[in-house]
Structures are given as structure tokens and as C-alpha cells.
């Protein structure tokens, strides 16, 4: 379909983009922020929302790019998805951003989609809140009364609601270092090849000198309105020495992953019922955890 | 109306277009490039993907005022003094196509990727167009068709990427 008429500006500077869209909310004017556009086209186009006008970033380079600064990795939140997985800054220092940005659509999707559009879309089916989440990045905006940091665990207010406030606009996201010892993986189950996640799971896992898990990081994709850390399994795992497979039957692991889906509250939809949503979690949370102790 | 400039298989286009004006309808309804098809018009199909600045894109998921200043190639623009791109070939060599509706699509995203991946393996061709839908299910051949091609080109690497400066600079020497 083609979407109803907007109007559309191309600020050109982000002191202009946020002086833009303060005063159009000031206004009462349903505006939205235009990135790569790759979700939010394809609402337009189903005439699902109805802006009055879009405000394109895309031009602004001062918004793109990945920059190493020390304790944490930078990227820019109009960097495509693409420029992200091919990173050596993000693949050496965060590379579970760059293992879940691979899963990411496709190819042709990746090409045009931003790391800091799919934040702000804030889709709880996306797969990079749920990493945002897990690793405690800290999203940084800005308005024309100044910069503010915002910690992902504050970010994702409700279905699709960013804690952006009138006027603001996501500069970029602080994706803290882990440091050694760390392990990552991102497992994601979805019905076709390009599919949103029906479920996915972010971990980030840390093992003592003894060979115990000492740290988990979960997060967790579309297993409510916002993405959710699963906070109950992490506090499982600590303490847990994985076993041998088959050692006796048992699997420790396996024990603490099946607390991974309490107290979410996943969708129901086409693809799953929330019961098996819970059954994915905690299954999928097992795999994750264990490809990502290596 | 927003006015933009933008070059269509190497021909410089200037046009007034309504915001909301997608590429693809650029290209098709104001263009006559209807080489391109529209296909599930969702983002999922990969039907209309084009070049866009040498890299793939869905021209149902941009805006023609995106494309302001860009350079876009599409089937149209690959067959080049009357032959066919390597790529072109090793699809009918293979007969990689059915009703051939998924075909520019498949085309543009598997030049692609022979940019990043020049000699995939059958797994990297799959997991490379898994933007791309064939409602045939003709992927076997399509897959043979892009390592065909991938071994095509590595013969003759003169052949070319669309979108490519270094091509650009080859074509004018």
C-alpha cells in the first residue's frame, strides 16, 4: 500500500532535529523520527500510524559511527546494523551486539537499518534491546535544553515506547566492555529465515577460576511489552559448576535455565501462545547458556 | 514538493516527488524502470531489491527522498553492451527462475553478495538471500546459479559489481 501524505524534513544539524521536534509536539503534530526507516516504512505503508510529518536523521554523520573509548564501546545510533556486525571495535570489545545484530532481518535490511532505530523503536520482538538490556548500555540523547543518559534498564517504558521525552533524539548508545572471562551467545528461534524472534535470549556469562559460573547476564526477546532481564534464572546460575554431559543424568544448568521465564508475561500472537513462548524461553535460555560457556 | 536527484542505472534523474513517494514506485510508475516489481510490499519478499549506493536494498522499504543524491542500479541496469551480467547467465544456464517474479530480486541481492563472500559456500548463498522469497521454491537451482556465477566471475574479475567506483572507473577508461 502507500502511505498517507506526510510532511518531511531534513534538519540539518541534530540542534535543529531536536528544535524540530519540539516544536512540532509542542504542536500537537504526530511526528516521527525517520533512521533507516526499515520498521517504520513498512508501518506506513500499512497505514498503521498516520505522522504528519517525518524528521530524517539520515544525513546527520555526526550521528554514525563506532568508536572504542576505553571502558565502553560508542556507536553511533544512525550506524547501520551492517557497519555494526562488521566492526572490529564491536566484534573484539561487545561482540554479543555483533553476534545478535547478525540475526537481524537480512542482508538487504541490515544495509539500511540502525543500531540506535531499532532501539528506539523499542519492539520488544527486536533483537538488540533485549542485548542493551543484558549488557547495561546506557543510551545518550539529547534535546535543545541538553544531553542526558538514560540506562537501558529505564529505556524501554512499554510496547513500542522509548523513554525518549518531547524533542529528544538518541545520539548514540555506551555499550560498557565486560572485560575477560566473559562468554556471549545470542540464540534465536523464529519460523523463517528473515522472521521477527518469536523468542530470543541474550547471555553474557562469566566463569571463576573453579570453573563455577560467578555472572549471568539474560536477556530476553519478546517475552512481554518491553524486552526483560530474567533476573530469577541469573541468580540461579550463579554458583553453578556445569557437569560433564551425562555425568548422571543431571543438568544443573538446565535446572536453573527453567526459572528463566518467570515473571515475564509473554504475547500472545500467530506464531505462539504464551505458554509456549515460556517453554522457548527456557529451553532456548539453556542453549544459550551453554554455547555461551563454550 | 521536496525535488531530488538521483541516478537510475547511470542515467541522472531530477524529479519533484511527494514525500511519501516510495522508491520503487519512483522507479516503476515515474521512471518506466519496471524491471523492479513490487512484490509483497511488507519488506519480506526481496522482489524489488535494487542497488542502492553498491549496496542491496528493498526499494519498497525506502523513500524515493532518501535516495536524494544516490546512486541506484536495477535489473535493468546490469546487462552491459548487450550482454548479460555473469550473474544473468548462470540463472538461465541453471534455470534458477520459474515464474521468474522473485528473479531482479534474487539478481541484485546475490551480486551482493558476491561482494562480501566471492566464492560462497551453498550454506553462505542460502543464509546471503535469506531476504529473498521464491514462491516456486526454486532455491536449489538458484543456489547452484550463484556459485555458477561466483565461479564465473573469479575467472573473468573484470566483470562487475553495480554501484562500484572501481567499476565506474573501468567503464570509462
Known amino acids: ?128 534491546p533485549a542485548v542493551a538490556l543484558a549488557l547495561d548500555c546506557v543510551f545518550v540523547v539529547r534535546s535543545s535544553d541538553g544531553e542526558r543518559e538514560i540506562p537501558a534498564a529505564e529505556f524501554f517504558v512499554d510496547y513500542l515506547e522509548p523513554a525518549l521525552g518531547p524533542g529528544e533524539v538518541l545520539l548514540g548508545v555506551r555499550v560498557p566492555k565486560l572485560g575477560s572471562g566473559w562468554g556471549f551467545h545470542y540464540e534465536k528461534f523464529h519460523r523463517t529465515a528473515q522472521a521477527w524472534a518469536t523468542v530470543g535470549v541474550a547471555v553474557a556469562v562469566r566463569r571463576g577460576d573453579g ?63 504464551p505458554d509456549y513462548r515460556r517453554h522457548l524461553a527456557r529451553v532456548l535460555t539453556r542453549r544459550a547458556v551453554g554455547a555461551a560457556l563454550g | 514538493m521536496p525535488r531530488i536527484t538521483v541516478s537510475v542505472d547511470g542515467v541522472t534523474y531530477e524529479e519533484e516527488v511527494e514525500p511519501r513517494l516510495l522508491l520503487v514506485h519512483l522507479l516503476r510508475d515515474r521512471l518506466g524502470k519496471t524491471g523492479t516489481p513490487v512484490g509483497c510490499d511488507t519488506g519480506n519478499c526481496g522482489a524489488c531489491t535494487v542497488t542502492l549506493d553498491g549496496r542491496s536494498a528493498k526499494s519498497c522499504s525506502v523513500l524515493a527522498v532518501q535516495a536524494d543524491g544516490s546512486e541506484v542500479v536495477t535489473v535493468e541496469g546490469l546487462a552491459r553492451d548487450g550482454r548479460w551480467h555473469p550473474m544473468q547467465e548462470a540463472f538461465h544456464a541453471e534455470h534458477a527462475l520459474q515464474c521468474g517474479y522473485c528473479t531482479p530480486g534474487m539478481l541484485m541481492a546475490a551480486i551482493d553478495l558476491l561482494r562480501d563472500d566471492p566464492d560462497p559456500s551453498e550454506e553462505a548463498v542460502r543464509r546471503g538471500l535469506e531476504g529473498n522469497l521464491c514462491r516456486c521454491t526454486g532455491y536449489t537451482n538458484i543456489v547452484r546459479a550463484v556459485r555458477r556465477a561466483a565461479a564465473e566471475m573469479s575467472r573473468a574479475p573484470h566483470e562487475r559489481m553495480p554501484g562500484a567506483a572501481e567499476d565506474r572507473e573501468a567503464a570509462a577508461s
Open chain 1, 1 to 128: 500500500m502507500i502511505p498517507a501524505p506526510f510532511d518531511y524534513v531534513r534538519p540539518a544539524s541534530v540542534e535543529d532535529a531536536c528544535r524540530v521536534l519540539a516544536d512540532a509536539e509542542a504542536a500537537g503534530d504526530e511526528v516521527k523520527v525517520l533512521a533507516g526507516g526499515q520498521s517504520l516504512l513498512p508501518l506506513l505503508r500499512l497505514r498503521l500510524a498516520y505522522p504528519s510529518a517525518l524528521v530524517d536523521l539520515g544525513r546527520l554523520p555526526e550521528l554514525r559511527g563506532v568508536a572504542d573509548r576505553g571502558d565502553h564501546v560508542y556507536i553511533g545510533a544512525l550506524t547501520t546494523h551492517d557497519e555494526v556486525m562488521r566492526s572490529g571495535v564491536v566484534r573484539e570489545h561487545v561482540p554479543l551486539v555483533a553476534l545478535a545484530t547478525a540475526t537481524v532481518a537480512d542482508p538487504a535490511v541490515r544495509h539500511r537499518g540502525t543500531f540506535g532505530g531499532s532501539m528506539a523503536h523499542a519492539d520488544p520482538a527486536g533483537d538488540l
Open chain 1, 211 to 273: 570453573g563455577a559460573i560467578e555472572e549471568a547476564r539474560i536477556g530476553l526477546t519478546n517475552m512481554g511489552p518491553t524486552p526483560v532481564r530474567a533476573r530469577v534464572a541469573e541468580a540461579a546460575l550463579r554458583g553453578v559448576a556445569p557437569s560433564p554431559a551425562g555425568s548422571n543424568g543431571s543438568d544443573p544448568l538446565r535446572e536453573a535455565c527453567a526459572q528463566a521465564d518467570a515473571g515475564t508475561s509473554p504475547p500472545a500472537d500467530l506464531h505462539a501462545r
